[in-house]
């Protein structure tokens, strides 16, 4: 169909204009975002509607008998899908449906891309298989870790490539405005890109209603969750507490202090009131020193455990008072006496063991 009515192309032109603007927005979940989601959505389903109610694209014709300018509303359900995706809640229920909506609008486009024969053989094959398992989809649908590798760099080039192409079309907007051929490249090539984001965007909602299912249900309405008042309702009050070394098995410190019969069971400290061990909490996880160096010598000598001498300065002899006789006749004695242990014990008289 070569002419479509004057509103379709205004209000598609109004639609991806305001889609422009929210792939340009950050604040995905403020309140104007969110409305002008909902806004945007409403035109391409009114879209939808009317390119529906014109027949502009009929199962009966091939891609050939689309005209170029045509081949661009081929896309509204890619769009709806993508955008659908975008809406922000809290409400799981409300999450899945939005979900399954968005899958619904991928799936028409698909089937759409595969009436004109758009799709290419590998597009086929991972149609064919997210149409057996939707569930357990996945873009490298193998068990084989390096398979799924070698066919996950496979598309992630084949999608680069077509990112250069495109921005190759659309970088001289003339030169398409003048050449139908580089009109319908552009468009047939925007949607083979489209066809890889929809396979990604249906493996991603396979993991998401996945994670959605394993969730815990909701309470019904008008019921709250419980408080944490409610929750110590069902604990032993007697026997409950916050302290988790006493309540996982195989801890140095866990059980009772004492037996029956007041018997140690496990080593305990005697504190003087809850203040210290408050104290103790926040102390170092090593012992700090209680005293100085110097202070520990001096108490060591007080106690004996040290005694002076030693070292060069016990080699050096006093000089004798030459004024105190009794300290000369002392050591005079001394000297003697140490003259005749000599006389008697001659150097070498105490080693028997080697004589014959």
């Known amino acids: ?36 989601l909902s806004q945007t959505i409403a035109t391409y389903e009114e ?25 661009q509303y081929l896309a509204i359900n890619h769009h709806l899908a993508d955008l659908v995706q975008r809406i922000s809640t809290s409400d799981i229920s409300l999450r899945k449906q939005n979900i399954l909506l968005a899958r ?10 595969d009436a004109y024969d758009i799709l290419g053989a590998s597009d086929l094959k991972l149609f064919e298989a997210y149409s057996e398992d939707k569930a357990n989809f996945s873009t490298a649908n193998t068990r084989d870790a390096a398979a799924r590798r070698d066919a996950k760099i496979a598309r992630f080039r084949e999608e680069k490539e077509m990112k250069r192409k495109l921005e190759y079309l659309q970088q001289d907007p003339k030169l398409a405005e003048n050449d139908e051929h580089v009109v319908r490249d552009l468009h047939l090539t925007n949607l ?45 009050k007697d026997t409950y507490s916050e302290r988790l070394d006493g309540q996982l098995p195989g801890l140095r410190n866990s059980g009772p202090i004492l037996s029956s019969d ?17 104290k103790g909490v926040f ?28 070292g060069p300065q016990s080699e050096i002899s006093p000089e004798p008072n030459e004024d105190d006789i009794d300290a000369a006749d002392q050591e005079t004695m001394k000297q003697r006496a140490w003259d005749e242990y000599v006389e008697a014990n001659p150097k070498g008289s105490g080693n028997t063991l080697n004589r014959g």
Do not use: W
């Open 104 to 113: 619904k609008h991928y799936e028409s486009f698909l089937k759409q891309l």
């Open 283 to 310: 102390r170092p996880d090593h012992s700090l020193p209680t005293m100085t160096i110097d202070e520990y010598l001096d108490e060591e000598k007080r106690r004996g455990g040290m005694i002076d001498g030693g």
């Open 192 to 236: 083979s890109f489209m066809v890889f984001q929809t396979f990604q965007a249906l493996e991603s909602m396979a993991m998401e209603l996945h994670m959605i299912s394993l969730a815990p249900p909701a309470p019904p309405p008008g019921v709250t969750g419980p408080t944490p008042d409610s929750r110590d309702e069902g604990r032993n």
């Open 262 to 278: 007041g018997k140690p069971m496990r080593p305990f400290t005697l504190l003087d009131s809850r203040q210290t061990l408050q």
């Open 47 to 71: 879209c939808l509607k009317l390119s529906e109610q014109i027949s502009l694209f009929s199962p009966n014709e091939s891609l050939e008998d689309i005209s170029s300018s045509d081949l």
């Open 1 to 36: 169909m070569s002419e479509q009515p004057q509103s379709l192309r205004a209000l598609y032109f109004k639609a991806e204009r305001a889609r422009q603007e929210l792939t340009s927005s950050y604040e995905s979940n403020s309140s104007a975002f969110q409305e002008t």
